[in-house]
């Protein structure tokens, strides 16, 4: 890859309208002529926890071939950085309808503008699903974690979810078990290799429409993600899964408050559809 041949690596944060918060991604709208190596080397180069490439595009159709990189491994799947590609689409071929297909399958995403130009991204994930976690995936896990079951909220038991990619869902009885997330990052990344999780959900429930989430992304080379669009679905299908989903379907995550960048994830998922709509914005980062 010369110079002359390098794609413009654009860089924006999801799930928010501050530069200073949601999570960074890398984006590529022209990595046709990109190998599986040129796109690893570029996705470490950026340096972000996932950076996506359009490997194929029909404007016309409003119609493109995406895949993700994390800095270590191509990603099936990442949220955020849908939500960035789509966001710097629209701001390029106008707001509407778009259509990514992914290598988890075909993702819908609706954009529109708002008054003063941002846009909004909402993604119609693949079908979720949700089972709960055997014994050793908890014990391990909270090993890893630092914690003990007693910190855990009986009302919402673990379970191993699915919303593009699996990750290992955990709600904690209090806020503050949340924020004083410490773990042992090799042992969970080795219990994440070994189990095919992406990130894990910890959640604390504030109320049925509120949620505060973390999620450890180790595999990725990554300590935490600020955002986290696909374990924001998997949260929506395992609530679903449990009966556990406010009347309305609807709930939104924060995310990111803990590491200093504050990311907001607006969701929509329906006991009669197994998709699960998740929606935010996203800015520009200077290089």
């Not at 609807?250 to 329906?270: H, Y």
Request: proline residues 7%; contains cysteine.
């Amino acid at each position: 890859m010369t110079l002359q041949t390098r794609p413009e690596i654009l860089r924006y944060t999801a799930f928010t309208t501050d530069p200073a918060g949601g999570n960074p991604a890398g984006v590529v709208l022209d990595a046709a002529a990109l190998d599986d190596a040129a796109m690893l080397a570029i996705a470490a180069e950026v340096g972000y926890s996932e950076t996506a490439f359009v490997t194929a595009a029909d404007d016309g159709a409003r119609r493109f071939r995406l895949r993700f990189f994390s800095p270590l491994a191509e990603v099936a799947f990442c949220g955020h950085a849908t939500v960035a590609t789509a966001v710097a689409t629209a701001e390029r071929i106008g707001a509407g309808p778009l259509v990514f297909d992914t290598p988890v399958g075909e993702i819908a995403l609706d954009t529109s503008a708002g008054p003063a130009g941002s846009v909004t991204a909402t993604l119609t994930s693949v079908p979720t699903r949700s089972r709960p976690a055997d014994d050793e995936e908890v014990s391990a896990s909270l090993a890893a974690l630092r914690w003990s079951a007693e910190d855990l909220d009986p009302a919402l038991p673990p379970h191993v979810a699915f919303g593009g990619n699996d990750h290992l869902v955990l709600a904690v009885a209090t806020r503050e078990r949340l924020a004083a997330l410490d773990y042992d990052f090799d042992a969970l990344a080795e219990i994440m290799h070994r189990r095919g999780w992406t990130t894990l959900q910890l959640v604390w429930r504030e109320s049925p429409e509120l949620f505060h989430a973390r999620d450890p992304f180790p595999i990725g080379g990554v300590v935490e993600d600020p955002a986290t669009g696909a374990a924001a679905a998997a949260l929506g299908g395992y609530l679903r899964t449990l009966g556990a989903l406010p009347p309305s379907g609807a709930f939104t995550v924060r995310q990111g408050e803990d590491l200093g960048r504050p990311s907001l994830l607006r969701v929509e998922a329906s006991a009669a559809d197994p998709r699960v709509r998740v929606s935010g914005q996203a800015v520009v980062l200077a290089r």
